[in-house]
């Protein structure tokens, strides 16, 4: 029940991530869409391809299939309202979407009997995959390979899944919270991973 | 056999269309069957990915990928033939694909049992999946998030045929010219999606 | 055993060659790893897809992935010994992991009983395949679709495999050593395929 609800705020988040990205880019009403729903649930897609679940468990998400896509006409209808709403939120919805999206993917993965590096990518994909997929059918770099510490986050949800660090509804939580806070951090304070550009 | 000579037309328009954007890109010759292949075959291909068919039920085509090599040879060899019909029959050609293909694809995901958001998805994949592929491996912005109707009308070919609306070789014949009308006249009144730009 | 060595040498190239992509587009650490991972591991992932093999299959090759994440490591914290041998060695070990991959590409999907078109793409897809994720995951037009021969010698080795042309230790070895040398004089002769630019 609070799992279906973090995932119902993670997919809310995602999806108008998508749709502002392609309302940004100048895309009609139904590449906003497209590109919401993308964001929303490529990474799952992405991460069941991987380890070997069907994609097409997807369509078993119907209800927030449909969540979703009320979310985005109400933004695509009132964007102020969303504007307004966005700037303070979005940040926090995001985290949220990271975090509950990474350690349900880790968990599936741990499910499946995976090893860790599996568990790990899982953890990535499904936290990180949707917003890769937007940005490529943005014609956009991705951003999350670039800007401050974001798919990182998401494997230490994996890696902390796979050894077993914590689990049961207390210790998933407290991964789930502490994920939601490094990811804040790490934006307000502008945590870097290094980098070395080569020309 | 009417269903094959349509799936035929709409392959062929599909790898010529990407056999263009290559050329347009200055891509190399190998360059051109890969984009018009991939135009032509990716959007089943991911349509069966996400409704649960084997991709690889894509080899069972060989005579279409056959012919699609040849017709984009002829076009590689003889570019002036094909802008003097190109230019003419290039979007009729498209329109049958798209709603040749949509069909399909929302005749297969009905076969399979899914619900209606997944027959609308297939569809729409289906028949527009290829184009974004296509635009992906050009390094452009997929045009038909952008422009006039497209995906629109393959998600109305999804809906009828999900709703069981028009059904059996009579009704899937009229919803078959009915979707190709409806984009030829989109793109000749220039119909388009609202759209909102934020910057 | 000579097959392991092999693909391990073709697995280091290409997650080399990824994580140098990242770093010249100024990705931090966590994007050098992943266009790194994505080079080398992609291609066969596509191709599994393709040919229906589960993607999850990748999961078995552990060593080899902690080995691409030991090396781009290295070539990330000393990056200056990289560019000296990589000028060097790039195209070779380039070339090395192409042959290789091809090759095995081309043994999977005969094996799978798939007619010879799908021998080709699968040999192609293994080969360059990862090469084309990581452009686009890196904001670039393919450049395998623009430049000197590449696909082609990995088509090619799909040909020679799937017509049964060489096969065997010896064969392999025979047709190994020769994708690898096509390679390298399409490179250092300036060898193209035939172009068209329209604009």
Do not use: C
Not at 29 to 56: E, H, W
Not at 81 to 109: E, P, R, T
Request: net charge neutral; aromatic share 10%; hydrophobic share 60%.
């Amino acid at each position: 029940m609070i799992w279906d609800i973090l995932t119902l705020i993670g997919t809310v988040a995602f999806a108008l991530s998508g749709a502002i990205v392609a309302m940004e880019e100048d895309y009609d009403l139904m590449g906003v869409y497209i590109l919401g729903l993308v964001t929303a649930f490529g990474g799952g897609a992405i991460r069941n391809l991987l380890i070997g679940l069907p994609v097409s468990a997807l369509w078993e998400q119907g209800s927030f299939f449909i969540i979703a896509v009320i979310v985005m006409s109400i933004a695509f209808i009132f964007p102020t309202i969303l504007f307004n709403h966005w700037v303070k939120f979005h940040l926090l919805f995001d985290a949220i979407g990271l975090s509950a999206f990474a350690i349900q993917g880790a968990l599936y993965a741990t499910e499946m009997g995976h090893p860790l590096s599996a568990i790990i990518v899982a953890a990535a994909l499904t936290g990180a995959g949707g917003g890769m997929v937007r940005d490529v059918l943005a014609g956009r770099k991705p951003l999350i390979l670039q800007k401050e510490i974001y798919i990182g986050w998401a494997m230490l949800a994996g890696v902390v899944v796979g050894l077993d660090l914590l689990s049961g509804p207390i210790g998933l939580t407290i991964l789930f919270i502490s994920v939601i806070i490094l990811r804040m951090l790490s934006v307000h304070l502008q945590w870097q991973l290094p980098r070395r550009k080569i020309t």
